[in-house]
């Protein structure tokens, strides 16, 4: 199974970006999609999650300017992010679980910098 995240970057305060995780190796329709954050010397946290069904559920700090989504057929789940924020700056990481199984992955992370 890989993940692979794309579309982090450096961006000022109140910009946007649009993070990717492509999925291969596993059936993508039959996972719960999930991206996760980290930031220096914190524990990594949910930003947002996604259903098979397309049911989503966002932390708190993320209602209202974030938005998870996913493409079946491209086997890839996104994250918009407006109006970014200086204490968005974390490495964002994508994860699936398969419904089936269980079994959890990690892609390898995607820096996001938010300048003020």
């Known amino acids: 199974v890989q993940l692979v995240e794309s579309g982090g970057g450096l961006v000022q305060a109140g910009g946007s970006l649009r993070l990717s995780c492509a999925a291969s190796?596993?059936?993508?329709?039959?996972?719960?999609m999930g991206w996760y954050r980290q930031a220096p010397g914190k524990e990594r946290e949910v930003v947002a999650r996604i259903s098979t069904e397309g049911a989503t559920n966002y932390a708190d700090s993320a209602e209202g300017r974030i938005v998870i989504s996913r493409d079946n057929a491209k086997n890839t789940v996104y994250l918009q992010m407006d109006i970014l924020k200086p204490e968005d700056t974390a490495v964002y990481f994508c994860?699936?679980?398969?419904?089936?199984?269980?079994?959890?992955?990690w892609g390898q992370g995607t820096q996001v910098t938010v300048s003020s």
């Open positions: 190796g596993i059936s993508f329709n039959i996972a719960n």
């Open positions: 994860n699936a679980r398969s419904v089936i199984y269980g079994s959890s992955y």
